[in-house]
């Protein structure tokens, strides 16, 4: 086994650590009641949607009923999906989703300052719905 090998091994158990502590403070957060449940939210607060799916390529094909679900249930919202490039080619002309938002996990853990400035897009297109 070469080094690039081994810590490209290393690397992705890394991200998989991290991973699963997102999930684990989210979910404190849920039972925590720190984030508002579904039920929660006025359907006439709800101006800006964001559906996220950034695992594989089937897991987002599964996922395009919800488009027009929401779509439906929401009329005037305005609806955006996030998406690894890979999988971007699934929603692209999607007629029910106004903005396709790519996420690149492998480019974006390389650098810090690039993975907190694609935070602060996301903050600064105030989402009030997210659908993960």
């Given at each position: 086994?070469?080094i690039k090998?081994f810590?490209?091994?290393?690397?992705?158990?890394?991200f998989y650590?991290?991973?699963l502590?997102?999930?684990?403070?989210?979910?404190?957060?849920?039972?925590?009641?720190?984030m508002?449940?579904?039920?929660?939210?006025?359907?006439?607060?709800?101006?800006?949607?964001?559906?996220?799916?950034?695992?594989r390529?089937?897991?987002v094909?599964?996922?395009?009923?919800?488009?027009?679900?929401?779509?439906?249930?929401?009329?005037e919202?305005?609806?955006?999906?996030?998406?690894?490039?890979?999988?971007?080619?699934?929603?692209?002309?999607?007629?029910?989703?106004?903005?396709v938002?790519?996420?690149?996990?492998?480019?974006r853990?390389?650098?810090?300052?690039?993975?907190i400035?694609?935070?602060?897009e996301?903050?600064?297109?105030?989402?009030?719905?997210?659908?993960?």
């Open positions: 086994m070469d090998s810590l490209d091994i290393i690397k992705n158990r890394v650590v991290l991973d502590l997102g999930n684990c403070i989210f979910f404190v957060f849920r039972f925590m009641h720190i508002p449940k579904c039920k929660d939210i006025e359907p006439t607060q709800v101006k800006r949607i964001l559906i996220i799916r950034i695992d390529i089937g897991d094909v599964l996922s395009t009923p919800v488009i027009k679900a929401l779509r439906t249930a929401y009329p919202s305005y609806i955006a999906m996030m998406v690894r490039p890979y999988a971007k080619e699934v929603v692209m002309g999607n007629p029910y989703l106004d903005e938002i790519l996420y690149d996990k492998d480019k853990y390389k650098r810090i300052l690039a993975n400035g694609f935070i602060k996301l903050i600064k297109k105030r989402f009030d719905l997210v659908v993960y």
